[in-house]
């Protein structure tokens, strides 16, 4: 509801359960967030989105406002936007001759906004100057606004402000007031769930790889988030981008998409600059991704398998994990990269006998004897490869090149 001239109050808009319930098919995992942004605009209010980005805030409020049919006027929020940009002003090259004029105004998008009974998006509100976001106080609460050598403008039946803001970002950032606080109406938006961000990455990709390489791939993204090393993590942009990428690459490296050093390049590519190193730590973006994707490319159900050691090719440094971890080393060059194709596959390290196993039973969840590998007494003997091998935990059939197994 906003105030009209005569005192009584009327709807700006009103929207209908079904067209609800189609707007929650399109923006995936937000219809409570829907729900009260339709209610705060249809009640005249404004709105405060916040939440880390990637979360879908510019999406859903453009969905919002292109259903109820009104306008959208954007603006992005950043240290040079002044009160002359956000209001207008008057054409300096007119003034001398035909002086302060509502002809030779030019509207900045607040006035803009208020004229046409638009949305104004204020984008990251929080990184706009003081003197700036004061001029929006009396707006907000009035609907109204005195311009200098103007006159006084009344919105029109629709406007409304919508700001956004990430509340974790304190770079370039300033304090929001009370002010302004009292005068919107907070919609708090989180991640959406791991179900719901493989949705958007499959909407959002314009390839085909599997569902269980995208379902990696944002498992990869979402434990950015809580590693101890980052101080924040990456949205689901990530994982559509290194969807993307791998994609990509494959066909570059003329590769299909199960291969280990496409999704790790991609992940590198597409992450390590979207991650925040926590201050005092001492890792690289890098070394960060790399040990996550370790953690979800390598391991269990869907497991990117490294090779197996066989009677013809039996050292194990040749293996595909470890290639990848050396970034393209072959056998013969020296090695410096982590040595994680030793307790991959079994092989003996002095860091698999610290873990209590020779035969990589220790990494696979399995009794030593269950093991792809066998301990002898004079040492580790590799035993040959057979057709199948069975995966970790689950039991799934292995392919013996390593690759995706089977209805995977």
């Not at 942004?37 to 989105?49: E, I, K, P």
């Not at 050691?309 to 970034?327: K, Q």
């Not at 069975?390 to 690759?403: C, H, S, T």
Request: hydrophobic share 35%; net charge neutral; with cysteine.
């Amino acid at each position: 509801m906003v105030p009209s001239t005569n005192g009584h109050a009327i709807k700006a808009f009103q929207f209908e359960a079904s067209t609800v319930e189609s707007l929650a098919g399109t923006v995936v995992g937000r219809r409570r967030e829907i729900e009260l942004v339709v209610a705060s605009l249809g009640a005249g209010r404004n709105v405060l989105l916040e939440g880390p980005p990637g979360t879908g805030k510019s999406t859903l409020l453009s969905a919002v406002t292109k259903a109820a049919g009104l306008g959208y006027v954007f603006v992005e929020g950043n240290a040079e936007l002044t009160p002359s940009r956000l209001v207008g002003h008057h054409d300096p090259s007119r003034v001398l001759t035909e002086g302060y004029s509502e002809s030779i105004f030019i509207d900045g998008p607040l006035v803009s906004a208020m004229r046409e009974g638009s949305i104004l998006y204020l984008e990251e509100i929080n990184r706009i100057p003081e003197e700036t976001i004061n001029v929006l106080v009396t707006v907000m609460s009035e609907k109204t606004m005195q311009v200098p050598r103007l006159g006084r403008l009344y919105a029109k039946d629709g406007f409304a402000i919508v700001a956004a803001m990430n509340p974790y970002d304190t770079i370039g950032t300033a304090r929001i007031s009370p002010s302004i606080y009292d005068r919107m109406c907070r919609v708090r938006m989180d991640y959406q769930t791991p179900e719901e961000e493989l949705r958007i990455v499959q909407r959002s990709i314009a390839g085909t790889p599997p569902v269980s390489l995208l379902a990696r791939a944002v498992e990869l993204v979402r434990r950015t988030r809580d590693h101890p090393d980052v101080r924040i993590g990456s949205s689901v942009r990530g994982a559509i981008d290194m969807a993307e990428v791998a994609n990509e690459l494959a066909m570059i490296r003329a590769k299909t998409l199960d291969q280990p050093d496409v999704w790790l390049d991609a992940a590198l590519a597409a992450l390590s600059g979207r991650i925040r190193i926590s201050e005092g730590s001492e890792r690289s973006s890098e070394d960060v991704i790399e040990e996550l994707w370790r953690s979800v490319f390598t391991r269990s159900e869907g497991q990117l398998a490294p090779e197996l050691p066989t009677p013809e090719r039996p050292d194990p440094a040749g293996s595909t994990l470890e290639r990848v971890a050396d970034r393209g080393l072959r056998p013969g060059q020296e090695h410096k990269g982590p040595q994680i194709a030793r307790k991959a596959t079994g092989c003996s390290d002095e860091r698999a006998t610290k873990s209590g196993s020779l035969d990589g039973s220790a990494n696979q969840g399995l009794p030593a004897k269950e093991g792809p590998h066998s301990k002898k007494a004079e040492g580790l003997s590799l035993e040959p490869a057979s057709t199948t091998w069975i995966g970790r935990n689950l039991g799934k059939p292995w392919a013996p090149d390593g690759r995706w197994p089977a209805g995977a």
